[in-house]
Every structure is written in C-alpha cells, then in structure tokens.
C-alpha cells in the first residue's frame, strides 16, 4: 500500500508562530510541544518536522521531506532544486517581502558596490553576497557571520549584508544601505519527485489553495444590504470600482441585496454614504478565507 504521509518542514525560529498562526487560519491546528522538534498537526496524512529555513530547502531538494516552509532567500543561497508551490506573502514582523542589503556605518567613505574592491564583508548568506558581488564586476572578502552581524563594522568588517524588514536595527546601528542585493518572500517548495506523486501533489496543492485564500482575506471584510432597485445604480456609485458585487432578488420585487467583499480600511467611509444614498440592513462581517 503506497504511503499517504506527508512530510512537511515548518520553520523554527523567527518564522515559526507565524507559519503557525497562518495555517491555524487555514485550518490545520498545529501545536509545538516543549523541546521537541516535532510538532503536532490535525492532520493525520501530514507529519511535521521543525527545520531552520536556512537549511529547509537543502532538505527538500534531498527527499528528507516532501515540502517545506522557507524564504526564496534560502533556496537561492544554497541553490536547491526543488518545486515552488506557491509564494506566500507573509514574514515574521509584516507581509511585505524581506529584503537583502548592503550596508556600511554611516561615516563609511563607501558610496557605491565598487568602493567596496577588497574589503571585507560579513554575512550570513554568504553566496548570495558573493554572486552580488560577482554581477557587480567585485572582489572582496566575504564571511560567514555566526549572529549580531550589524555590529560588526567597522572594526570587524568593512560593510556587511544584512536582511532588513523595518530597517530600525539598522538604523540603531548606526548603519547606512548602498544597495539592495535580494528581495524575498516565504515559499512552500516541493521535493521534485515528491511533486511528481499524484496523492502528494493533490495534497500540496489543496494545503497552498487553503494557505493563499486565507492571505487574500487579509484586511477585507464582508457587506450585504439591501437597496431599492431605483437606488441601485447609486449605490453601486458608491462601491469602489474594482469591485463586482452580487445582485440578488429578494421577495419584494422592488428591492435587491447586494453581497461584496471590501478592504477593511475603506469600510467606514462606504457604510455611511451607502445609507445616504438609500441601502438598508447593511451589515458588514469577517472574512477568513477569498477563493478566486
């Protein structure tokens, strides 16, 4: 009997609640236990293992797992070959892409990526700073950087590259940015031969459709009202544009209700002109997952 399990990495570290959180939304119930590096998951065809997502892909591309969570940082740094399912936009502080930098200490006479001909770099993704460095017509020392990488200059190297969300610790540091080397967002990356199984492709495929929908409901909401059809066309003055509410019939036939879907943000400027304008029994509610 062919096996239907399953292995799936889960980030640890800076990444971990985060993943968690988002597939709780999804609908898997993943729960980490004190010291263990396996975590439980309310799903019996999936077995999770905790991996640093430095190394996730390297695992995946090895067949120790089916899939992982990882940064498309880390599968560039250790260039694996694996299967991108899906780009997840999420990170640890926002759910904006995480970027790789350059930096130097704000009294650096470095101005641009050629200054930097034989300095000495420290790093943590070292070949992504090397591969940088080599588009660049550069050739500097790079290191490996073991943690604390922003405090290193300038007594311990001249420029470093670093991964920034918010850029504050930079700035607490005194540093300054030159040049961006890499963007990166979160991907769930397949083993190729795992992908290639009917059972585990239909099982990647549902887990990134549950994951995707629920990071498209970010910051929207649901409304429905009711509208007299003689207010209709003003009415749907009011909602935005891009959107194409549902029109249905109600009893009476004078009147309609409309069901849209909204961002969050605009909600409370909307609601009231929709009331100017003649729409009844508005109701707005949560949405917890948009699937196109």
């Given at each position: 009997?062919?096996?239907?399990?399953?292995?799936?990495?889960?980030?640890?570290?800076?990444?971990?609640?985060?993943?968690?959180?988002?597939?709780?939304?999804?609908?898997?119930?993943?729960?980490?236990?004190?010291?263990?590096?396996?975590?439980?998951?309310?799903?019996?065809?999936?077995?999770?293992?905790?991996?640093?997502?430095?190394?996730?892909?390297?695992?995946?591309?090895?067949?120790?797992?089916?899939?992982?969570?990882?940064?498309?940082?880390?599968?560039?740094?250790?260039?694996?070959?694996?299967?991108?399912?899906?780009?997840?936009?999420?990170?640890?502080?926002?759910?904006?892409?995480?970027?790789?930098?350059?930096?130097?200490?704000?009294?650096?006479?470095?101005?641009?990526?050629?200054?930097?001909?034989?300095?000495?770099?420290?790093?943590?993704?070292?070949?992504?700073t090397r591969s940088f460095l080599a588009e660049h017509g550069v050739t500097a020392e790079v290191e490996f950087s073991w943690g604390a990488t922003?405090?290193?200059?300038?007594?311990?190297?001249?420029?470093?590259?670093?991964?920034?969300?918010?850029?504050?610790?930079?700035?607490?540091?005194?540093?300054?940015?030159?040049?961006?080397?890499?963007?990166?967002?979160?991907?769930?990356?397949?083993?190729?031969?795992?992908?290639?199984?009917?059972?585990?492709?239909?099982?990647?495929?549902?887990?990134?459709?549950?994951?995707?929908?629920?990071?498209?409901?970010?910051?929207?909401?649901?409304?429905?009202?009711n509208v007299r059809r003689s207010d209709l066309s003003r009415v749907l003055e009011v909602l935005p544009a891009l959107q194409k509410p549902t029109?249905?019939?109600?009893?009476?036939?004078?009147?309609?209700?409309?069901?849209?879907?909204?961002?969050?943000?605009?909600?409370?400027?909307?609601?009231?002109?929709?009331?100017?304008?003649g729409a009844t029994g508005i109701v707005e509610f949560p949405i917890s997952k948009i699937i196109d």
């Amino acid at each position: 009997m062919p096996d239907r399990t399953l292995k799936l990495g889960i980030p640890a570290g800076s990444l971990q609640e985060a993943t968690a959180d988002l597939f709780r939304k999804a609908g898997y119930n993943i729960k980490f236990a004190s010291r263990s590096y396996y975590p439980s998951i309310d799903d019996q065809e999936i077995e999770c293992l905790l991996i640093r997502a430095q190394e996730m892909a390297r695992y995946v591309e090895q067949g120790i797992l089916d899939a992982g969570i990882t940064g498309h940082d880390w599968v560039k740094e250790t260039g694996a070959d694996v299967h991108e399912v899906c780009e997840l936009m999420f990170s640890k502080v926002s759910r904006r892409p995480v970027r790789w930098v350059l930096c130097v200490p704000e009294d650096s006479p470095v101005q641009s990526v050629g200054d930097l001909e034989g300095k000495h770099i420290a790093t943590e993704a070292v070949g992504l700073t090397r591969s940088f460095l080599a588009e660049h017509g550069v050739t500097a020392e790079v290191e490996f950087s073991w943690g604390a990488t922003e405090v290193k200059p300038p007594r311990l190297a001249d420029a470093i590259v670093e991964v920034t969300e918010t850029g504050s610790s930079l700035r607490a540091n005194d540093l300054r940015i030159v040049a961006e080397v890499l963007q990166s967002t979160t991907r769930l990356v397949a083993n190729k031969k795992a992908w290639d199984d009917d059972w585990r492709r239909q099982k990647l495929e549902n887990i990134a459709l549950m994951l995707e929908s629920c990071l498209a409901a970010e910051g929207k909401v649901g409304l429905m009202l009711n509208v007299r059809r003689s207010d209709l066309s003003r009415v749907l003055e009011v909602l935005p544009a891009l959107q194409k509410p549902t029109v249905s019939s109600l009893s009476d036939p004078d009147w309609v209700a409309l069901n849209t879907i909204l961002d969050e943000s605009t909600v409370r400027t909307i609601i009231p002109r929709l009331k100017e304008v003649g729409a009844t029994g508005i109701v707005e509610f949560p949405i917890s997952k948009i699937i196109d």
